[in-house]
């Protein structure tokens, strides 16, 4: 099997998993983390571009698990981390992790988190070596073994 088809199956089966905790992943600290690990894969390699706000936009508006949020909220929660990484790359990126690492009081949060993170990398067919190490460093801060997502 090809390592996109491998991915493709890997991200769909994350997808799977994350509508099964839909009902335990409502927390704001959830949110937030999400909204910020969306932004850090979409600015992994420094800049960020209308597809990349289009595909967050639309994991927002047919996301099961993020249905559980108003979508005006999650999209002003996403472009103030972006806005955070534009002003200032590495000291927004800090700030978005140390966001992200708020989700690991919860194991299920945390790795759903992770998760949406892949799931927004591969969303254009490609989950770049950028990408992957940001999802890489999310992992870290959430306590979490890279390894365990095939990262």
């Known amino acids: 099997m090809a390592l996109w088809d491998r991915f493709k199956e890997s ?3 994350m997808q799977t998993q994350l509508t099964a905790k839909k009902n335990d992943l409502k927390s704001g600290a959830f949110r937030d983390a999400s909204m910020a690990m969306c932004a850090l894969v979409a600015a992994a390699d420094g800049t960020v571009d209308s597809s990349e706000r289009q595909r967050v936009a639309q994991l927002i508006a ?3 698990v993020l249905q559980n949020f108003p979508a005006d909220e999650l999209h002003r929660r996403f472009e103030d981390n ?3 990484l534009a002003a200032d790359f590495a000291l927004g990126k800090v700030s978005i992790l140390q966001e992200i690492a708020k ?3 919860k194991p299920a949060e945390a790795r759903a988190v992770v998760q ?3 799931v927004i990398g591969g969303a254009d067919g490609d989950f770049d070596k950028d990408e992957q ?3 890489r460093e999310a992992c870290y801060a959430l306590d979490l073994p890279p390894h365990e997502f095939d990262l």
């Open 11 to 13: 991200a769909s089966q």
């Open 62 to 64: 047919t996301n099961d």
């Open 82 to 84: 972006l806005n955070k």
């Open 103 to 105: 989700a690991k009081k």
């Open 116 to 118: 949406i993170g892949i």
């Open 133 to 135: 190490a940001v999802v």
